[in-house]
């Protein structure tokens, strides 16, 4: 018996360890069938135009591309022409749900694609910020990088008539979070859901968005250099974060200054610099929105969690979708299980059974995330 069991443990461990190769075959394209066809997925950070994903003639019509050292799990994805402008669509120009792959053994599948999402154009977006939000800056200074950037700041409703003085939460990826008009993958609404949430909760905010950098969004957002993503500026996007632009804030506007009452959020590779902001620099920021972190491609990250010490009480609340494929929830796991460790940290862990690598699930986790941030954390 003692046998048996061994074998089986041997068995799953090797199993669980596995690493297994997956070709997708595009059969047929409607149109632009002589264009380069790439897969963008959760596998390669969503990069629409990775030379090393891009698919090659196999026989005939046909292209393929051979995803090896796939680690057993759940992947989304999708094929583009080299950018989000040109995803694939239905037939009539429709946006389609995220393929899906279950790999827990080698794997060939099959595509046809309809259509293309820069053949239909697009209906002209409206404006959907709310009054409460304001663009501070369209070229605001990162002296640390030496770039510029364009600054939104969302203030709550009574600010004008009032003397009162608001905690913070500075946010990654500007673009997104409350005009429909600049969301590059849907907008959060923000500013729609705090107007709502503040007035039950009787808890009020400021929210600072910072646009992420376009290109440079890979390289800013990781504080670790990366073979195939280049030399991270992380640490210097941090830097900026609280030593140029919270000191700005803090002297225009009505801020309860301390590091408790001031947070940074951000998604995917976003959720992985606002946990790194927060690890840096626990006297400044006293706690971050880690909403589906690319933890994978920064594993030192974990080290300094293991090394971190401060003596607040940081407030972390992390967040992952199961159906974000890879080892979303398991990294996400290991991360929190290091920051439990320290005790008086307030920790929230939420994974999501149905959650999709993408702005419609933050959007809806953000409303969940106030709520504990309000009752919770804010005094």
Not at 102 to 115: A, K
Not at 184 to 197: H, I, K, N, P, T
Not at 313 to 333: H, I
């Amino acid at each position: 018996m003692k046998q048996v069991i061994l074998l089986f443990a041997i068995f799953f461990t090797v199993q669980s360890k596995a690493q297994f190769t997956v070709r997708l075959i595009v059969n047929s394209v409607a149109t632009k069938e002589n264009d380069d066809i790439y897969v963008a997925g959760n596998f390669n950070n969503w990069n629409p135009k990775d030379e090393n994903y891009k698919l090659k003639p196999f026989g005939g019509s046909r292209k393929s591309v051979v995803l090896r050292g796939m680690a057993a799990g759940t992947y989304a994805f999708k094929f583009t022409r080299g950018g989000f402008d040109k995803v694939e669509t239905t037939a009539d120009g429709r946006d389609i749900a995220d393929r899906v792959l279950e790999v827990n053994d080698d794997l060939t599948q099959e595509f046809t694609i309809p259509g293309w999402k820069d053949e239909y154009p697009e209906k002209p977006k409206r404006y959907t910020a709310s009054p409460q939000v304001r663009i501070m800056d369209t070229a605001f200074k990162i002296p640390e990088l030496n770039r510029t950037r364009r600054i939104w700041v969302y203030l709550p409703k009574g600010y004008a008539t009032s003397a009162k003085t608001y905690p913070v939460i500075y946010m990654q990826d500007g673009q997104n979070l409350f005009n429909e008009q600049t969301a590059f993958m849907g907008e959060w609404g923000v500013d729609e859901c705090l107007d709502s949430l503040q007035q039950q909760l009787q808890k009020e905010c400021i929210v600072v968005g910072i646009d992420n950098g376009g290109d440079k969004r890979m390289t800013e957002y990781n504080p670790f250099d990366h073979p195939q993503y280049g030399k991270g500026e992380g640490k210097a996007y941090a830097e900026f974060l609280a030593k140029t632009l919270k000191p700005y804030i803090d002297s225009k506007y009505r801020i309860l200054k301390s590091a408790p009452n001031n947070y940074v959020l951000g998604s995917s590779m976003g959720g992985l610099i606002s946990l790194y902001t927060v690890l840096q620099y626990p006297d400044v920021f006293g706690g971050a929105g880690v909403f589906s972190p690319s933890l994978w491609i920064s594993k030192e990250i974990y080290t300094m969690a293991e090394n971190f010490n401060t003596t607040g009480m940081p407030a972390f609340y992390f967040y992952t979708g199961s159906k974000e494929g890879g080892s979303s929830v398991t990294d996400l796991q290991k991360m929190s299980d290091i920051l439990q460790k320290k005790q008086r940290y307030m920790i929230r862990n939420v994974i999501n059974p149905f959650g999709q690598h993408n702005e419609t699930y933050w959007r809806q986790e953000f409303r969940d995330f106030y709520k504990w941030l309000a009752v919770t954390v804010i005094k």
